[in-house]
């Protein structure tokens, strides 16, 4: 018993010693129940989403509880996190990829929000850049240029971009892979860096480095609503492209791309990751917490 009226049903008997192990199929109130572990910052294990189906733990997470930093859950996709990983440089995420990904996930919301994404030139970087990404779970996790680099690649071809000798340069561009040997740098301006013709996708732009991409045609229909909602040139929710993303998003919320889509049009996102407003100010708080919970399940561990 947890709370009052509120019992686990143990899924199977390889779960039946996990405390946080709750059945999918269960005729309890699942949502109830992880919004209540949530709120006792109860640690999570991983057989407990597991147990509920990943779908359903996100669902059940997207219950308004008190906005307290969710100690050992990814501050992007909310799947549990590894002790032992957590207090590298992609501390409170599960990965750099996840890390990546909630920076466009926020930079999307603002600029729908704020009018950035009614000029043609942004709304261009959105759908070209931040959607594709998003839409095929891609992230860009290379490392940073040192300035040094950077400076060198765009005062070649006395500061103008490659590509046509006119516009100043003011983006490095990897012209094969992820190379940063200078050989495979280049500088062009924002307007070329993003119409340049894509070839095969990097392995190192996929999660883990794998080379698997989300293909799925829930997310490239989703794709294509973006296009059509950013083409538009219009502001949030005043134009029908917006209502028909928003009711192919609710259709698609069981599927990543679709959470995400969620992520970004509601007003109050689930994911404190995904709050541009208020992120830059509670990422030092999350950071502390997430370090002293690894720090206490490694102890615990030991």
Known sequence: ???????????????????????????????????????????VLADS????????????????VERECRGGLCASCLEPLDPIEDGKRHVGFCSEHCRKQAEKIRYVRQAIRDGRSTDPLTALVI????????????????????????????????????????????????????????????????????????????????RDGTGTIDTSEQSQELRQLWRLVLRSRQPLDEAP?????????????????GWITQQILCDQPVCQ???GIHWRTEWPRY????????????????
Request: with cysteine; net charge positive.
């Open 1 to 43: 018993m947890v709370g009052a009226g509120i019992t686990f049903h143990w899924s199977s008997q390889r779960n039946r010693n996990h405390p946080l192990a709750v059945s999918g199929t269960s005729r309890w109130d699942t949502n109830k129940v992880v919004a209540l572990i949530l709120r006792s910052h109860t640690a």
């Open 49 to 64: 989403v597991e147990a509920l189906g990943s779908v359903a733990w996100k669902k059940a997470c997207s219950v308004p």
């Open 127 to 206: 759908s070209s850049n931040m959607i594709t990404f998003l839409a095929f779970d891609l992230a860009y996790t290379r490392s940073r240029l040192s300035n040094e680099l950077r400076q060198e690649v765009l005062t070649q071809n006395d500061d103008r971009r490659v590509s046509c000798n006119k516009q100043p340069a003011t983006e490095v561009d990897h012209i094969d892979g992820g190379s940063i040997e200078l050989s495979n740098l280049r500088g062009l301006c924002r307007r070329c860096h993003v119409l340049k013709a894509r070839g095969e996708i990097p392995d190192d732009l996929t």
């Open 241 to 257: 492209e917006w209502r028909d993303l928003r009711e192919r998003a609710t259709e698609y919320a069981d599927t990543r791309f």
């Open 273 to 275: 990751a995904h709050d």
């Open 287 to 302: 950071r502390r917490a997430c370090r002293e919970w690894a720090k206490e399940r490694a102890a615990a561990g030991s």
